[in-house]
């Protein structure tokens, strides 16, 4: 990468107490001295000592006091020799100081550049880049904890430790390959089966941790899906515990998807309301209905409202009651006389989890919310994993799946080839999650992804 000068805003843009403007590259101490004047020149200044001064237009005129502060190679946040500016917060002040910079030969920072410099120079590997968005976006203490431990390093040491012992046991069987007549360096097939289960229950036991990492970071999606007029805002209010949705007797309110997210134990959790399923000649109540049914497909969880204090149990575009597997059916409006009885629900939904629930009173919200999070969770706990993305988690199940073909043709007997070659394959998955060979077009996905200024 060119070590060009870049420049960003670093804190949100909007009124605040104070904005960053950071600058990266050979040469931004002494750019930054042409806007930012103290007692000495910038540039000469100790590095890491916050200096009090003027910002100045190219032309002489000041525009704001602000501290700066430099950092040399090898010791920023990036590597490479940087620098900021902490002006006072504001729509215009740090707007000026980047146009001012820009103008003065540096150029706007594109999405996630400073993170991914910080990356090229060796300062972060992949894990630990994108654990960083992680730590931005956390909305719960166990998310931004998760993020946090990946950070650290914490995935990384477990991930390269496990990569040593896949590597040694290769190394043992091109040894036994390679020289079959030599004692040294022989591992019998027993032994290598016992290692080969070993890091496959290693591998399963570190997948769960990330998965559940994974759910702290990404939230579980819940839709909510009935026929109008069964309270489903109501209920995405109750879950809130705010009034989020229009609440109104009248059916087919609800014409577009609403989206919010709460917090139970750590997890966020995405609650989207959804428009009434029916049939309707209303184009706008129809793309509505469609949105639903799409929701349901996309959702981890869907909670099936009913009235319970009507008798008609059918929903869904063409009538019928029948509901997705693992579906949880929300008995609501048990405030009101009950019209369906346990024996009519079993009936029509024979195995499935129901609640029975006032959204009006609030009566059985927690209840729901505690069987919500057992049927993403798994029932276990979500502390103590690592918050990665998607394509983490498939460079993990890759490796696991190697790792099991592997154990399974030692047990097959199908020779030392074959068995190396899996290994071979979950070591490569692995080196991908740590962007040990990263290709250009990896490093765009996953820095476009962060804001400018990150």
């Not at 990266?24 to 750019?31: F, P, Q, T, V, Y």
């Not at 993305?389 to 154990?407: H, P």
């Not at 962007?435 to 820095?447: T, W």
Request: hydrophobic share 40%; charged share 25%.
């Amino acid at each position: 990468m060119a070590e060009d000068i870049i420049t960003a805003q670093a804190t949100a843009w909007g009124e605040g107490g104070i904005a960053i403007v950071r600058l990266s590259g050979e040469g931004c101490a002494r750019l930054a001295g042409k806007i930012f004047s103290g007692r000495r020149p910038f540039e000469e200044q100790p590095p890491r000592y916050m200096a009090l001064g003027t910002l100045r237009t190219r032309g002489g005129e000041a525009f704001d006091e602000a501290l700066a502060v430099r950092f040399p190679r090898g010791a920023s946040y990036t590597g490479e020799e940087s620098a900021e500016i902490h002006c006072h917060g504001g729509l215009l002040s740090a707007q000026k100081c980047v146009e001012e910079l820009c103008a003065l030969g540096a150029r706007l920072a594109e999405p996630g550049e400073f993170t991914r410099r910080a990356f090229v120079n060796g300062r972060v590997d992949l894990a630990q880049a994108e654990a960083v968005l992680g730590i931005i976006k956390a909305r719960s203490d166990e998310a931004l904890k998760a993020s946090a431990r990946a950070l650290q390093g914490g995935l990384t040491a477990e991930i390269k430790k496990f990569m040593d012992e896949l590597t040694e046991l290769a190394a043992a069987l091109e040894v036994d390959l390679d020289f079959p007549e030599e004692g040294e360096g022989f591992i019998a097939p027993d032994e290598s089966a016992a290692r080969i289960k070993a890091l496959a229950a290693r591998g399963a036991e570190l997948l769960s941790k990330c998965r559940a990492g994974m759910l702290l970071r990404e939230g579980a999606r819940v839709a909510i899906i009935g026929r109008p007029n069964v309270g489903k805002s109501s209920l995405l209010n109750a879950l809130l515990e705010e009034n989020r949705a229009i609440v109104t007797a009248a059916p087919g309110t609800t014409r577009d998807s609403i989206e919010e997210t709460f917090i139970y134990k750590g997890l966020p959790i995405r609650i989207i309301d959804t428009a009434g399923i029916r049939e309707t000649s209303d184009e706008a109540e129809a793309i509505g209905v469609g949105r639903s049914l799409r929701a349901m497909k996309e959702a981890d969880v869907v909670l099936w409202v009913i009235d319970g204090s009507a008798p008609d149990l059918s929903c869904g575009p063409n009538g019928g009651s029948a509901a997705p597997d693992g579906t949880i059916i929300v008995v609501n409006k048990s405030d009101l006389p009950q019209k369906i009885t346990e024996e009519t629900l079993n009936a029509e939904y024979p195995g499935a989890e129901t609640v029975s629930i006032s959204a009006a009173r609030g009566d059985g919200i927690e209840e729901l919310k505690e069987i919500i999070f057992r049927r993403v969770s798994g029932g276990g706990a979500l502390a103590g994993g690592y918050a990665v993305t998607a394509r983490q988690m498939e460079c993990l199940t890759e490796a696991g799946k190697a790792i099991d073909e592997a154990a399974a043709s030692i047990e097959a007997g199908a020779g030392n080839d074959a068995t190396i070659a899996c290994v071979a394959e979950a070591r490569a998955a692995l080196s991908s999650l740590l962007g040990l060979d990263a290709s250009e077009n990896l490093l765009d996905k996953v820095f476009g992804n962060f804001c400018v200024g990150k």
